[in-house]
Structures are given as structure tokens and as C-alpha cells.
């Protein structure tokens, strides 16, 4: 998850938008991971997990709305979907070990910071 961590900072912090077709392969990457190779994700992870999961959702999401081909509209919504699945399912994995949604917010920040200063 660490790479794919890296990766989506890079991403939030370049100037111009990649296309669909690298967005579609990073998020098909973040899929098989997650369906496939993650097994029980330490809170290092799931912190991780949760943030690449939200910022696919929230990407998908405006992409959804400003894209004109109907079948990439399509795409980026099952995107959100999915991502919005698994966002949950790792915001309940750190309310299970005592976050709240501040905390969670507040993490977020970090991360998002830590991104724009590398």
C-alpha cells in the first residue's frame, strides 16, 4: 500500500490532470491490491488505505461531473462507488480502534500536508 500511497500523493500534487486511461490503471492497481494482496492492514496501512480510497472517490466523483463522454461519466461514478465501499470499511476499522471523525479529519490534513512538502 505504501507505493500506491506514494503514488496518489504524487498525483494530488502535480500541476495538470492525468488522463483517464493512467487514472483508470492506478485505480484498477488500488483494486487488485485491496481485493487481492491486502490481508489484515496494520493502522500505518489503513491509514493509507482510507486516504487513497478518498482521494480516488473525491477525484472520480469531480470527474464525473465535468467529463463529456457518457461512457467515462459511467466509469468514473462506478469509481466513486466502489472507492466510497471501501472508505467506509477502513473509516469503521479506525473508529474501531478509538478514532473519531475528527481525529480522522484532522489525520487527513497531515497526510495531505505531508504530500505538498515533499
Known sequence: MNELYKKIQEYLNMDTEIGFEEFRDYYQNVIQYLDHEQQEPDETEIWQSLFVAESIMSNAEN???????????????????????YAGHFTKKLNQLGY???????????MLDD????
Open 115 to 118: 504530500g505538498v512538502h515533499k
Open 100 to 110: 473519531t471523525q475528527d481525529d480522522i479529519e484532522y489525520h487527513f490534513d497531515d
Open 63 to 85: 470527474r464525473a461531473k465535468t467529463v463529456k463522454n457518457n461512457a467515462e461519466r459511467k466509469k468514473y461514478r462506478k469509481m466513486n462507488e466502489r472507492m466510497n465501499l
